[in-house]
T-cell receptor, first 112, second 113 residues
Framework: KAGVTQTPRYLIKTRGQQVTLSCSPI?????VSWYQQTPGQGLQFLFE???????NKGNFPGRFSGRQFSNSRSEMNVSTLELGDSALYLC???????????FGPGTRLLVL | GESVGLHLPTLSVQEGDNSIINCAYS??????FIWYKQESGKGPQFIID?????DKRQGQRVTVLLNKTVKHLSLQIAATQPGDSAVYFC????????????FGGGTRLMVKP
């Protein structure tokens, strides 16, 4: 099976702009989770989607949002970008229960 | 797990030696634990997992030990190879949290040839 794919891999934006990142899970996986990774804060959970519904949400401001489509693909959106949003955004997919999640390569976002 | 921010602890080992990476997890309700390996420029790669009804699980060259009494997890890598050089993260999950993982701060493993 193909692994988790994320697009784009790299992105440069300026403060105040918005950005949309995309994640395609492993075929058959219905759960998609998003994480932010920074040197200062490490890996932090953003949100999880399962069967097109947000199942869990981390402690991030409302500028961070996401959605999941009927084919399990997911997008996350960050509005009104701030310099501190520069990070590696990782997507992970799983079958839906409490089991292994597999990560994609990430999207590296730089906000100038 | 506790985040250690910018200053990742580093473990330096000689090629062929065994490595032990430790992790203290934070939630006594956590019942599922995963170790991930992350190489530079890549996403975390699954290594091994363990559920709370076990205290030891073995994979190929890797063993995970779980001590629920002191909320401690360790990853043992046998015969460490240069390709094992990476940052290793432990992650915890509890069943009511869907697939939400809480990650430790990570440990950098450096293997000297």
């Amino acid at each position: 099976k193909a692994g988790v794919t994320q697009t784009p891999r790299y992105l440069i934006k300026t403060r105040g702009q918005q950005v949309t990142l995309s994640c395609s899970p492993i075929s058959g996986h219905r759960s998609v989770s998003w994480y932010q990774q920074t040197p200062g804060q490490g890996l932090q959970f953003l949100f999880e989607y399962f069967s097109e519904t947000q199942r869990n949400k981390g402690n991030f401001p409302g500028r961070f949002s996401g959605r999941q489509f009927s084919n399990s693909r997911s997008e996350m959106n960050v509005s009104t970008l701030e310099l501190g949003d520069s990070a590696l955004y990782l997507c992970a997919s799983g079958e839906g229960g409490q089991e292994t999640q597999y990560f994609g390569p990430g999207t590296r976002l730089l906000v100038l | 797990g506790e985040s250690v921010g910018l200053h990742l602890p580093t473990l330096s080992v000689q090629e062929g030696d065994n490595s032990i990476i430790n992790c203290a997890y934070s939630n006594s309700a956590s019942d599922y634990f995963i170790w991930y390996k992350q190489e530079s420029g890549k996403g975390p790669q699954f290594i091994i997992d363990i559920r709370s009804n076990m205290d030891k699980r073995q994979g190929q060259r890797v063993t995970v030990l779980l001590n629920k009494t002191v909320k401690h997890l360790s990853l043992q890598i046998a015969a460490t190879q240069p390709g094992d050089s990476a940052v290793y993260f432990c992650a915890e999950n509890y069943n009511n949290a869907g697939n939400m993982l809480t990650f430790g701060g990570g440990t950098r493993l450096m293997v000297k040839p």
